[in-house]
């Protein structure tokens, strides 16, 4: 009993609000261009970087110990809560509509209507596809990274990134044509 | 990564997150914001001067009710450790005024335990 009151705490110091202040500072902005490209707009991308941190703020000792797994873990809550969204709106019905989107929109620049397209197709996949789609395609991270920040298995990314891969050929279509 | 494939090109060419940041002011606002909502969930240690303090009462008790007055102790026996207590010699709760006997019991360092029982009658 007097070795275990006298004993040091494995985090001596180490304050949550630090922790936590600490990892937003890495990891926000790389959080904020993640949730981009999974959530339909800017302020859907927003809410879902503050409702990431806000889930960890509340629960601390869930943040793994090492920086890569905290890394790791910030970005299982964002596709986690991306996921739940997914289930609460039926994305994929509001989603039938022509991806290429509606006439106004063709008048703006050509990146705006780009960048609106390739965001309407990636909402058409399941969130933990387009995770890993968007992760390998435009995050540069290999099947290792990728099922190491998810929590799968490799063969489960290699899986989605080549059936992920059909289904957007098939959505976007040959380039300049309409589906 | 292939670079030529035509699904990468378009989809790095519509990278809904090229050239994009959180602004300065709104990442203060939100880290603010989630900070001010950390549950410190930390377990409750003891405070060392508060256990030390209440330990070093314990003992001088234990110390007290061996040692103090009234007790015997022959220059030969162990020291006794804190578990030292005066017992009654049977299980009655009595004052020390109405009995003539009193016991001692302790533990030596080497676990042996040691009961004596004073009695100021005794003759050999």
Redo the contacts between chains.
Sequence with gaps: MIEAAFSIPAETGTDPQDRIGRLFDQHHQRLYRLALRMSRNEEEAHDLVQDTFLRIAKKPSSIPETESGAEAWLVRVLVNLCRDQFRRRKVRDDHRADVTGTGSERDHEEAVIASETVRKALARLAPRRRAIIVMHELEGLDAREIAHALGVAKVTVRWHLSAGRKELATILGPKGDTP | ?NQED???T?????????D???GED??RR??A???G???????V??H?PA?ASA?LILIAVAGWIVLGPGSERSPDAAIPTPMAQAVPTDGDAVTQEEKTTRQVQYTTPGGTRVIWTLDPDFQL
């Design positions: 990564m035509p699904i990468t378009r989809l790095r060419e519509g990278d809904p997150a090229r994009r940041t959180l709104e990442s939100m880290r914001r989630i900070l909502m950390v549950t410190d969930t930390r377990p240690r003891w060392r256990f330990l």
